[in-house]
């Protein structure tokens, strides 16, 4: 089975902060993808990064970084120096595999980030 | 470039009304899908599409019905709307890699 955890429901930090939102997958597959997205309050689906399986290099865009680490199924997104515009939902998705390619999503987690 | 545009926006329904839910994307992408989005139970997969006239069903299918007669469309239909129908439905397609680009979201209120 395939599956995607979220542990954390919601978090709440003061801007500046850093903050780490964990994900954790299941898949049987050798090869996948993973994703992150963002929900902000307006409501729209944004899409953040792409991982394949075949690549472990941590990633880093502005104040974003993802770590990737196939030993322990995990695929955390770091935010650096929070900032208000930050709060939003984020999910983390698996692709399945076969030929549906839908994503497997979290549950999502609820960041707010407070001046 | 617009990506993935849907309509309308929001609508209200009465229980029984039917209605159609557009969703057109203008990335040339083969495959798309119909999500909907309720509190607590994330993303769940409606119907998606493969190429131009095909269809097929997804997790929860009960209740809706779709069509991929052009490429670049693809409706989702409701033909006796229900209150558990209540919900945000979001298209996407996909792309390179099998990242999906959503739409907007659709916000459907069933009384």
């Known amino acids: 089975a395939q599956k995607v955890t979220q542990a954390q429901t919601e978090i709440s930090v003061v801007e500046k902060e850093d903050v780490t939102l964990d994900c954790v997958y299941e898949t049987r597959d050798t090869t996948y993808y993973l994703f992150w997205y963002k929900q902000p309050p307006s409501g729209e689906l944004v899409f953040l990064i792409r991982r394949n399986s075949f690549d472990e290099q941590n990633e880093i865009s502005g104040r974003y970084s993802w770590n990737f680490q196939k030993s322990t199924s995990s695929f955390n997104f770091t935010i650096t120096a929070s900032q208000v515009v930050d709060s939003a939902v984020y999910f983390c998705?698996?692709?399945?595999?076969?030929?549906?390619?839908?994503?497997?999503f979290g549950q999502g987690t609820t960041l707010q980030v407070k001046p | 470039n617009a990506g993935v545009t849907q309509t309308p926006k929001f609508r209200v329904l009465k229980t029984g009304q039917s209605m159609t839910l557009l969703c057109a994307q203008d990335m040339n992408h083969e495959y798309m899908y119909w999500y909907r989005q309720d509190p607590g139970m994330g993303l769940r997969l409606i119907h998606y599409s493969v190429g131009e006239g095909t269809t097929a069903k997804g997790e929860v299918p009960d209740g809706y019905n779709v069509s991929r007669l052009k490429k670049q469309n693809f409706l989702l239909g409701l033909e006796s709307a229900a209150p558990s129908q209540t919900s945000v439905y979001f298209c996407?397609?996909?792309?390179?890699?099998?990242?999906?680009?959503f739409g907007p979201g659709t916000r459907l209120l069933v009384l």
């Open positions: 996407a397609s996909r792309g390179y890699e099998g990242t999906q680009y």
């Open positions: 998705a698996l692709r399945s595999s076969g030929n549906t390619g839908k994503l497997i």
